[in-house]
């Protein structure tokens, strides 16, 4: 089991700049990347930015330019460093673990979620 604790949330005004982070603990050994996923009211859930653990980074094309994903793998952490902030940024922001366990046979996979921490951006 790993266990995904946010922090960082808030209200900001466009424009602005928030920090989020997210830091692992449990079997940590498992974890295979971690990410950002977002969703807004009356929206689906959809991925911001993932670091997999090669070092390869994904983001979401509405962010490019403006999110800086980056781990401390000494952490077990995660960080999202949010730039230019937009209202349509306003979310929850949940902090994403994908790990696997076993090889062949016994491979099994999971997908650890935090609680989420609320962005708002408005004036």
């Known amino acids: 089991q790993v266990q995904l604790v946010e922090s960082g949330g808030g209200l900001v005004q466009p424009g602005g700049s928030l920090r989020l982070s997210c830091a692992a603990s449990?079997?940590?050994?498992?974890?295979?990347?971690m990410g950002w996923y977002r969703q807004a009211p009356g929206q689906e859930r959809e991925l911001v930015a993932m670091?997999?653990?090669?070092?390869?980074?994904n983001y979401a094309d509405s962010v490019k330019g403006r999110f800086t994903i980056s781990r401390d793998n000494a952490k077990n952490a995660v960080y999202l460093q949010m730039d230019s902030l937009e209202p349509e940024d306003t979310a929850v922001y949940y902090c994403?673990?994908?790990?696997?366990?076993?090889?062949?046979?016994?491979?099994?996979?999971?997908?650890?979620w935090g609680q989420g921490t609320q962005v708002t951006v408005s004036s």
């Open positions: 670091e997999n653990n090669d070092g390869s980074i």
């Open positions: 449990g079997s940590t050994f498992e974890i295979r990347a």
């Open positions: 994403n673990a994908p790990a696997s366990t076993g090889q062949g046979r016994t491979y099994v996979k999971y997908n650890y």
